[in-house]
């Protein structure tokens, strides 16, 4: 008889590959998550509309082994008792990037690794949403069609054949005859589903998205206004079917515009960001009434407004609150001042309105997570 030879190996070994693969893409994930808020403004992504990449610094995964002390002092492997599974016993200095001058230890080893467009939507989008999003009446040219499938006929198109019915139809018949075997499946034994078209009310929003382009908005405050509005866009797009967007820019005046010159024009002159709103209040009277849509108008500027349009600012933004679902107000404002416009927001109180003041490009993140939260969350 022939002598086999039964050994056990560690399968560990064998997976090791693909758990290395695991942690690299935890890695990767995580640095994405921790760093949101530098990616949100990154140029090459928003000035290439999402087609560009960064490189993101990640932290080199070396193999787990055993590492001794590196100052090469005399040591002894002693302990002074009472110690417990987990207990840290001493932590190495390691000083920061750019501390104490020029040294002679190693330093940490980083690489590079691409981060794509759909690599951050898949971290940021999944905690955003349209706060208070209703179904509408929207009437038969905004209705969802839905094709439920009702009943079970003995005639029909193969396409629409229900299998599993007919088998048991089969089967039943078979039985009734007295034999084991569900085969043959005769004509009679077919079973086919129905479908019936059901038109239901659809959450239908639209987003008004209304910037400042007067000669107070330098390249900074353009750039947040913008680099905001495109994560708006590529959320509302991604997550929402029936969503729709009207760009409107205004200096002294207020005009419609279509998407690429919202993202590229710039203009000059004075504020009167009253024009902005009366615009928007025109359109909702005659194209989007709060019966069919969701309002959510977004408002970005300076906050350097006429004086004396301010007052009118304030009857208009209520005017517009009243129609609205919610309405935002975002300020770029890196200079620590307080604008007059901002000021008399405040005294607007309001549930249905959220403002926000940008001083940095990483306050687009938490300001996206500010906007779109159904929660009632403070200002970060």
């Given at each position: 008889?022939?002598?086999?030879?039964?050994?056990?190996?560690?399968?560990?070994?064998?997976?090791?590959?693909?758990?290395?693969?695991?942690?690299?893409?935890?890695?990767?994930?995580?640095?994405?998550?921790?760093?949101?808020?530098?990616?949100?403004?990154?140029?090459?992504?928003?000035?290439?509309?999402?087609?560009?990449?960064?490189?993101?610094?990640?932290?080199?995964?070396?193999?787990?082994?055993?590492?001794?002390?590196?100052?090469?002092?005399?040591?002894?492997?002693?302990?002074?008792?009472?110690?417990?599974?987990?207990?840290?016993?001493?932590?190495?200095?390691?000083?920061?990037?750019?501390?104490?001058?020029?040294?002679?230890?190693?330093?940490?080893?980083?690489?590079?690794?691409?981060?794509?467009?759909?690599?951050?939507?898949?971290?940021?989008?999944?905690?955003?949403?349209?706060?208070?999003?209703?179904?509408?009446?929207?009437?038969?040219?905004?209705?969802?069609?839905?094709?439920?499938?009702?009943?079970?006929?003995?005639?029909?198109?193969?396409?629409?054949?229900?299998?599993?019915?007919?088998?048991?139809?089969?089967?039943?018949?078979?039985?009734?005859?007295?034999?084991s075997s569900i085969f043959p499946i005769t004509r009679d034994d077919l079973r086919f589903k129905t479908w019936e078209d059901v038109r239901k009310p659809e959450s239908r929003a639209v987003v008004f998205a209304l910037m400042d382009t007067s000669g107070s908005m330098g390249a900074f405050e353009k750039y947040i206004a913008r680099s905001f509005f495109f994560w708006m866009k590529r959320f509302l797009e991604t997550k929402y079917a029936s969503v729709k967007i009207v760009y409107i820019a205004h200096h002294t005046q207020a005009r419609v515009c279509d998407e690429q010159v919202f993202f590229s024009q710039c203009e000059g002159g004075g504020t009167i960001c009253s024009s902005v709103y009366a615009k928007t209040l025109e359109m909702i009277a005659t194209s989007y009434s709060p019966k069919r849509y969701s309002i959510y108008p977004v408002h970005f500027s300076d906050g350097d407004n006429l004086s004396s349009d301010n007052s009118i600012c304030v009857a208009l933004v209520k005017k517009l609150t009243a129609v609205s679902t919610l309405f935002y107000y975002g300020e770029i404002n890196p200079y620590h001042r307080q604008s007059t416009l901002m000021k008399v927001y405040e005294q607007i109180k309001n549930e249905h309105n959220r403002f926000f003041i940008f001083k940095t490009k990483q306050d687009i993140y938490p300001a996206l997570k500010y906007f779109f939260s159904a929660k009632e969350t403070e200002i970060p």
């Open positions: 008889m022939k002598d086999f030879n039964l050994s056990y190996g560690d399968w560990d070994l064998y997976h090791k590959g693909l758990k290395d693969q695991q942690r690299h893409d935890d890695k990767v994930q995580e640095a994405i998550k921790n760093n949101l808020g530098h990616l949100l403004s990154e140029e090459s992504i928003i000035m290439t509309n999402g087609q560009g990449m960064v490189r993101l610094p990640i932290r080199l995964m070396d193999e787990y082994k055993l590492r001794y002390d590196s100052n090469e002092r005399n040591q002894i492997g002693q302990g002074a008792g009472g110690s417990e599974v987990g207990d840290v016993i001493g932590r190495l200095h390691m000083p920061k990037q750019g501390e104490g001058g020029a040294g002679e230890r190693p330093g940490v080893n980083d690489y590079g690794v691409n981060v794509s467009l759909d690599d951050i939507e898949a971290h940021l989008f999944k905690d955003l949403e349209l706060p208070f999003l209703q179904a509408k009446e929207n009437g038969h040219d905004g209705e969802a069609e839905a094709a439920i499938y009702r009943d079970v006929r003995t005639s029909g198109t193969m396409g629409n054949l229900d299998k599993r019915r007919t088998l048991v139809a089969a089967m039943k018949r078979h039985i009734i005859q007295g034999t």
